[in-house]
């Protein structure tokens, strides 16, 4: 009876196995659409977990406790916070992806709680510039658009290019930064006329509508949305699939992450969703009642030290490196060590193979 039960459990390990495809998920259409790649997202989730650090002086010279593992090595240049919204990003160059990184924050609230309550209400209620059915969750838009961050991400990206060339530009974040690493994305690509931009996002909410999931996966095609057996966030704001024109949509694609089997034997499929944005097979097929699962991604811890204000810390010998504006908004900014020749040479090497 016991070899009976071993040789069941050993079968579904093997049939588990399968079905995932292992660690790396390699997915080829003959469209435009991006590539799960395993690797890459464990990297990114580290970014969107260090751009969390309150400690300003551990992360812009990436010291801190999340500044290391599969991000050791990585420079930022510029690091940008908004005081007066509780918004920080930076932007840097991370010499193994032969790229540019862009990390936004996301949600730091007294209550994560009463933020995802507030998100069952919202309504569509901004007109996407440029096209005139598209809107989108004015929030989120004006967290990118209407603060110090898309100035100070923009003047940053421009300052990498011009010592770098041009480098891939990497756009990630969790949760509400998740939304803003959206917009800023086709910011670059729509307003800038930047080619080379892809998206992977982490428990990121919905954003806008039907007409803004077209207008968006036309100008930014290389994007992923990963999210987390039953986390909430990426139900909200809801969809109402008897609304489909109107309602908030999720632009594709999904990378769904969630657990099978049982007891001692669970294994985590990284399943690759269709091209909708609203699969129904992929997360939308659970219920999202989980804040647990919001907070971590792939083992990785995506909240801040304390949820009990924007607190930051930043040494007094790093003023050579910062400037504030009139409402306390910091800007570190220093010129990068790495070099043109050594980014090449890491290309020529291989790196890490993207998208």
Not at 267 to 289: A, I, L
């Given at each position: 009876m016991a070899m009976k039960s071993l040789r069941l459990k050993v079968a579904i390990f093997i049939c588990l196995f399968a079905t995932s495809g292992g660690r790396e998920v390699n997915v080829h259409h003959k469209d435009h659409v991006p590539t799960y790649n395993h690797t890459l997202a464990k990297i990114l989730v580290e970014y969107s977990s260090a751009v969390y650090i309150s400690n300003l002086t551990e992360l812009f010279t990436w010291t801190c406790s999340r500044c290391d593992d599969m991000t050791k090595g990585f420079e930022i240049i510029d690091l940008i916070v908004d005081v007066k919204h509780c918004l920080q990003a930076f932007v840097?160059?991370?010499q193994d992806l032969n790229a540019i990184v862009i990390a936004f924050r996301g949600t730091q609230e007294r209550s994560i709680q009463n933020w995802i309550e507030d998100l069952f209400w919202k309504q569509l209620d901004l007109k996407y510039p440029g096209t005139p059915d598209a809107m989108?969750?004015?929030g989120f838009y004006s967290a990118y658009h209407n603060t110090t961050i898309r100035p100070g991400?923009?003047?940053?990206v421009k300052r990498a290019k011009n010592f770098f060339g041009d480098l891939d530009i990497m756009v990630t974040g969790h949760s509400m930064g998740g939304a803003m690493a959206s917009f800023c994305a086709?910011?670059?690509v729509v307003n800038y006329g930047t080619h080379n931009v892809q998206v992977m996002t982490f428990g990121q909410p919905r954003t806008g509508n039907a007409a803004f999931v077209s207008y968006f996966k036309k100008h930014v095609p290389n994007t992923i949305r990963v999210t987390h057996g039953h986390d909430i966030v990426p139900h909200l704001?809801?969809?109402y699939s008897y609304f489909p024109q109107k309602t908030y949509q999720h632009f594709p694609r999904e990378v769904w992450l969630y657990?099978?089997?049982w007891g001692s034997l669970v294994y985590t499929v990284e399943k690759v969703c269709d091209g909708s944005g609203e699969d129904p097979t992929c997360s939308r097929s659970v219920s999202g009642n989980s804040i647990t699962d919001h907070l971590e991604y792939f083992g990785i811890e995506l909240q801040a030290e304390t949820w009990d204000s924007c607190r930051i810390v930043l040494d007094h010998d790093m003023s050579s490196y910062s400037t504030?504006?009139?409402?306390g908004n910091i800007v570190l900014s220093r010129t990068p060590i790495a070099?043109?020749?050594?980014?090449?040479t890491q290309k020529r090497k291989g790196g890490i193979s993207v998208l």
């Amino acid at each position: 009876m016991a070899m009976k039960s071993l040789r069941l459990k050993v079968a579904i390990f093997i049939c588990l196995f399968a079905t995932s495809g292992g660690r790396e998920v390699n997915v080829h259409h003959k469209d435009h659409v991006p590539t799960y790649n395993h690797t890459l997202a464990k990297i990114l989730v580290e970014y969107s977990s260090a751009v969390y650090i309150s400690n300003l002086t551990e992360l812009f010279t990436w010291t801190c406790s999340r500044c290391d593992d599969m991000t050791k090595g990585f420079e930022i240049i510029d690091l940008i916070v908004d005081v007066k919204h509780c918004l920080q990003a930076f932007v840097g160059v991370a010499q193994d992806l032969n790229a540019i990184v862009i990390a936004f924050r996301g949600t730091q609230e007294r209550s994560i709680q009463n933020w995802i309550e507030d998100l069952f209400w919202k309504q569509l209620d901004l007109k996407y510039p440029g096209t005139p059915d598209a809107m989108v969750h004015h929030g989120f838009y004006s967290a990118y658009h209407n603060t110090t961050i898309r100035p100070g991400v923009l003047h940053a990206v421009k300052r990498a290019k011009n010592f770098f060339g041009d480098l891939d530009i990497m756009v990630t974040g969790h949760s509400m930064g998740g939304a803003m690493a959206s917009f800023c994305a086709l910011d670059l690509v729509v307003n800038y006329g930047t080619h080379n931009v892809q998206v992977m996002t982490f428990g990121q909410p919905r954003t806008g509508n039907a007409a803004f999931v077209s207008y968006f996966k036309k100008h930014v095609p290389n994007t992923i949305r990963v999210t987390h057996g039953h986390d909430i966030v990426p139900h909200l704001p809801p969809y109402y699939s008897y609304f489909p024109q109107k309602t908030y949509q999720h632009f594709p694609r999904e990378v769904w992450l969630y657990n099978i089997g049982w007891g001692s034997l669970v294994y985590t499929v990284e399943k690759v969703c269709d091209g909708s944005g609203e699969d129904p097979t992929c997360s939308r097929s659970v219920s999202g009642n989980s804040i647990t699962d919001h907070l971590e991604y792939f083992g990785i811890e995506l909240q801040a030290e304390t949820w009990d204000s924007c607190r930051i810390v930043l040494d007094h010998d790093m003023s050579s490196y910062s400037t504030t504006d009139l409402s306390g908004n910091i800007v570190l900014s220093r010129t990068p060590i790495a070099s043109v020749l050594e980014l090449n040479t890491q290309k020529r090497k291989g790196g890490i193979s993207v998208l």
